[in-house]
């Protein structure tokens, strides 16, 4: 579906995010501006006639989808299933990963995993309104997305499946430079893979870049995978990697995500 207008996008998004719940007129000015103008209802009104246009033109009574309710709940509702929206479907996709990777049931998680990532086409939010309501959705989700790919990437390593994976890495990475797991993931499958100099290459990177962006050391984790690069230790940047993850003894494990504590996109 192809909408031109910026505001009419963001309304969409707006009811989408909102699935199943009544969105006013004052409440939709205060999501699309941090400041509302005079004319915000005029406009958000206008818009929303705009959108049912452009709904129908995209699925003819498509706009029988978008309610007006009046009463106690007066406002705007879009009715969608959670199987007509990729975000519930993400969202699904990446809990099962999680739950196969928590269990050690790695092919499984590897499974679900790309399937949520396939999914994303690019980060959330590029065209949206920078409002504080839209800006936490932004953060959040796209927090998600990096979530699920450390989890893949994590999975993929202890599954010993690291064909192209320095590749789909180094793409992540340079999305969110200061995600440090992404990091030591990367160095780990060069080490693993057996180029040294490629993992400690990865290593001189990330302490360039912590240094000269943020004034901060080497993340923890990635110094430790240096040890096992400067040692030719293939073994023992697999089990950093396990360890990080919180391998127990019965197979499963618990994942955490570390970062400073520093925005997402």
């Known amino acids: 579906m ?12 707006a009811f989408l995010l909102r699935a ?38 995209a699925e003819p009574e498509l706009s029988r989808r978008l309610k007006t309710h009046r009463g106690g709940q007066s ?8 199987d007509e929206f990729d975000l519930p479907e993400f969202t699904r996709a990446a809990r099962r990963g999680r739950n196969g990777l928590l ?24 065209d949206l309104p920078p409002t504080r309501w839209f800006n936490a959705h932004v953060a959040g989700l796209n927090n998600a997305r990096f979530d699920a790919y450390q989890d893949l990437f994590t999975s993929r390593i202890l599954a010993g499946r690291t064909e192209m994976l320095g590749y789909r890495i180094e793409r992540a990475v340079a999305e969110v430079p200061y995600r440090q797991r992404l990091w030591e993931l990367l160095a780990a499958v060069h080490c693993i893979n057996g180029d040294a100099a490629g993992a400690l290459g990865v290593i ?42 919180q391998i127990t003894g ?4 618990q994942c955490r995500t570390e970062t400073y504590g520093l925005p997402f996109s």
């Open 2 to 13: 192809t909408i031109a207008s910026p505001v009419r996008r963001a309304i969409l998004t």
């Open 20 to 57: 199943g719940q009544s969105i006013g007129v004052t409440e939709f000015a205060e999501l699309l501006w941090d400041d509302p103008p005079a004319s915000a209802t005029a406009n958000i009104r206008s818009h929303l006639t705009g959108l049912r246009r452009d709904l129908d033109k």
């Open 75 to 82: 406002g705007y509702g879009l009715q969608v299933d959670s």
């Open 103 to 126: 269990r050690g049931e790695l092919e499984s998680a590897i499974t679900s995993l790309e399937e949520a990532i396939t999914l994303w086409r690019g980060p959330f939010g590029q």
């Open 204 to 245: 001189e990177r990330c302490q360039r870049l912590f240094a000269d962006d943020l004034g901060l050391d080497l993340p923890p984790g990635v110094e430790a995978m240096r040890a096992a690069a400067l040692n030719w230790d293939r073994e023992q940047a697999q089990r950093l990697v396990a360890v990080h993850a």
């Open 250 to 253: 019965d197979g499963g494990c």
